[in-house]
């Protein structure tokens, strides 16, 4: 016996009267709530499978839940419980419910005894009852044991899951190409085009294998990014034209609010995704964050000034001239009424005051790219 697995034997003596091939319910439900992984892999038995995998898939599979309890130095209880759903082959079955003392994350695991009461099967449950959990744990996260096709153990490889598994291995190669890099909005657009018609084949509730399942939520951050870097341009576009307006004049601020109001709303996610909570400040955007790609700041920097922009003066304008719920006699707080109701341009039509009949006064004189046609511009030149 080598010194490591002495090791392991003393410990397992230390739990109490566990003998190294005691593989009964109460010795691996104490490794489990122990969060103990070197002795759940000495008592599993590594010729059987469980939840379909081997045993050395399921305990990473245990490796990540137990990793997510970790990072708050959480501790678990153990509850008794049973598989509740009436359609499944598994009803009734007991099981165990694992539940963080501090946290109230918690996950389940059904578990399976043979005719000499050892175990032989460990797999989670989506429809598990448990008392604890309906009196105290309603709020918790539920951390599932999720096992993809390409895991288990007799899992057959076709020629489409061939496909599946290589196109999606080779896009996120592609991308590990700007591994803690900076990748320009370029780059970005160039890799999401070419693996555009993959992706768009995909569908979020029917991804079946690992490699699938990780391009698929790469793509799909990157490419809610690149929603962002597309709005970088009418930003820009309207971040010049407010920096030409004479701001105190409150008629040129309606009109401009509600020319862009569309943007705001576009925008809305910006800033609790790449804005810090705590600081305010406008925090590294992340691509991918296990490969530490980002996008340079400068690539949003007029989404970020225009949202700070329309921050500054629309909820203070919107409340001034919004027209109250009990005003509007066939006002219904449903669908494209209540839409129209939080506009802040319908809120100025229901008192007869029309964005596109304002006309801008800008600050830039005889420079003004609007000279011709604001009504300052005229003035100035004296049309009347």
Partial sequence: MTPEQQKLLQHLHQMGDVQIFNRKKESIVKAIADMDLKTLQLILDENLT?????????????????????????????????CNSKECSNHSKNGVLF?????????????????????????????????????????????????????????KHTSHYKYINTTSLKAIADLTNFKDKTISKNELFAWLQAYFDFYSSMSLFKLRYKNE??????????????????????????????????DYIEMNLLKWLGEHEHLKSELILL?????????????????????KIAIDLDELKNCVR???????????????YKIAVEQKEDFTPFGDAMDKHISLKYQLEQRNIFVNQITYKTKLGRNSFLYDTDSFGKLEKGVQ
């Fill in 50 to 82: 469980y939840q379909d995998v081997t045993k050395e898939i399921f305990l990473g599979k245990l490796k990540e839940i137990f990793d997510e309890f970790n990072k708050t130095k959480d501790t678990l209880s153990a509850h008794s419980g049973k």
């Fill in 99 to 155: 539940c963080g003392k501090n946290s109230g994350k918690h996950f389940n695991l059904i578990i399976e005894e043979d005719d000499n009461e050892k175990v032989r099967d460990l797999y989670y449950c989506s429809d598990f009852k448990c008392n604890f959990e309906d009196k105290v744990n309603r709020k918790g996260k539920n951390l599932q044991v999720y096992i993809y096709e390409d895991e288990k153990a007799d899992f």
């Fill in 213 to 246: 399942h990780k391009f698929y939520h790469i793509y799909d951050r990157a490419n809610s990014l690149k929603k962002y870097l597309v709005l970088e341009e009418d930003c820009a576009q309207a971040i010049r034209l407010y920096d030409t307006l004479i």
């Fill in 271 to 291: 800033s609790p995704q790449f804005v810090d909570e705590n600081t305010q400040i406008f925090k590294k955007v992340i691509v991918n964050e296990d490969l």
């Fill in 306 to 320: 225009f949202q700070e922009a329309i921050d500054r003066h629309y909820d203070v304008l919107f409340d001034k």
